[in-house]
């Protein structure tokens, strides 16, 4: 007997009652922030339902084990890994085969689960699409990708191959219901979901975590902007670089602290300008904790993005309580109000360092403590579970 079939026997608790999980992202020993938002809306989700979480991805290398499991409250993990090939069609063979060898363990201990919930459609929307057909099981979708999103994404959707498009018809079409984090996000699922009940629910905060529990700093400290992110392209760090070096040679006395991947060409912006060197703080990644007690020692929070969903660091800023400015791209318009920060077009440079300024000038006028009140009672991990399994209850109706 296998060490997954032993595991699966010791949990007695678990029964039909439960909900299956398979999380195209999520975070793992090769990468601990991939999908970390998936996480944190299944740990939402368990205080209403019992999961079991079956996340398989591909591994470079034979020193990870080919299966672990996690047990944490009513909510059991299966991370399995299998190794990679340059050719796709062996990846996906040996992806399936891990799925059905856990499949396997898990139905005959616990029987099936009440429904399927797939969190970002490709590529564990595969296995939903075999669950779907296979055993006739409601299949629920949380979608967060930027595929989706056409404003100024030239990787969207219908930008990809025809085998490709193809490939995704057929998962998306197997969902019954889809659950996306903004109306323009929603909206543009279900151009490949036309059969799916829509819903709309927002991303997740540990508000234990995320709140206005300031860390004190200098009495004289300059105001500090804060940007995290995974520095990518379409994140446009460079032009916030360009604006606050603008606003330095202007005498604005203001910071930036810099969180996500040490990217090379971010690093050599800084280090060849002597102004950004002094007044940008570029921590590289750190933990989802550290985030918050950056933010708690910041002022405002930025953004300046071509293309967005709706990103959980804005919801987690709101949450300690900081301003936003961000580009008024994807569903930001939805949280981000004048009340609670500033929207710009995005790459307005211009714009950006007029809200730059204004918000400087202007933050006695912003209620830090009802700003965090507000994004505290929103997207806590009690509001936003208790939701999701409303929707589960609809959908199994």
Not at 69 to 95: G, P, Q
Not at 106 to 120: A, I, M, Q, R, T
Not at 132 to 151: A, I
Request: glycine share 4%; proline share 2%.
């Amino acid at each position: 007997m296998s060490r997954a079939e032993n595991y699966i026997k010791k949990t007695a608790k678990i029964n039909s009652d439960y909900i299956l999980v398979l999380p195209s992202w999520y975070p793992s020993k090769l990468d601990r922030f991939n999908g970390d938002f998936n996480e944190r809306l299944v740990h939402a989700v368990g205080n209403y339902k019992t999961q079991i979480v079956i996340y398989v991805s591909t591994k470079k290398q034979n020193s990870l084990k080919d299966i672990e499991i996690f047990e944490k409250e009513n909510i059991i993990t299966y991370k399995a890994y299998f190794l990679y090939s340059k050719l796709n069609v062996i990846n996906v063979f040996r992806m399936f085969r891990l799925y059905l060898k856990i499949f396997a363990i898990v139905f005959k201990e616990c029987g099936l689960p009440l429904l399927v919930h797939n969190y970002v459609f490709f590529p564990s929307g595969l296995a939903s699409v075999y669950l779907k057909h296979r055993y006739k099981l409601k299949v629920v979708l949380t979608e967060h990708w930027s595929l989706f999103n056409y404003s100024n994404n030239a990787n969207h959707i219908y930008n990809q191959s025809l085998y490709k498009r193809i490939i995704y018809h057929r998962i998306l079409n197997c969902f019954d219901a889809t659950i996306s984090v903004s109306e323009s996000l929603s909206t543009s699922v279900s151009e490949w979901t036309k059969k799916a009940k829509r819903y709309i629910l927002p991303n997740v905060v540990d508000v234990e975590v995320f709140n206005t529990n300031k860390i004190v700093g200098s009495a004289n400290k300059t105001f500090t902007y804060i940007h995290v992110s995974n520095i990518g392209i379409h994140k446009n760090v460079e032009s916030i670089l360009e604006v606050l070096h603008i606003m330095l040679k202007k005498g604005i006395k203001v910071n930036l602290t810099l969180i996500g991947n040490r990217k090379e060409n971010i690093m050599e912006i800084i280090d060849k300008n002597a102004l950004l060197k002094q007044h940008v703080n570029f921590l590289g990644e750190v933990s989802y904790n550290e985030v918050a007690e950056w933010m708690k020692k910041s002022d405002a929070f930025i953004l300046f993005s071509k293309y967005e969903n709706m990103p959980c660091v804005i919801l987690e800023a709101l949450c300690c309580g900081l301003p936003v400015i961000s580009s008024n791209v994807g569903g930001i318009a939805n949280v981000v109000k004048a009340e609670n920060g500033i929207l710009v077009e995005s790459g307005n440079k211009k714009q950006l360092e007029e809200a730059m300024g204004y918000l400087i000038e202007n933050y006695h006028r912003y209620d830090t403590d009802q700003i965090s009140a507000e994004a505290i009672k929103t997207y806590n991990y009690k509001n936003i579970g208790k939701r999701t399994n409303e929707i589960y209850l609809e959908t199994l109706a």
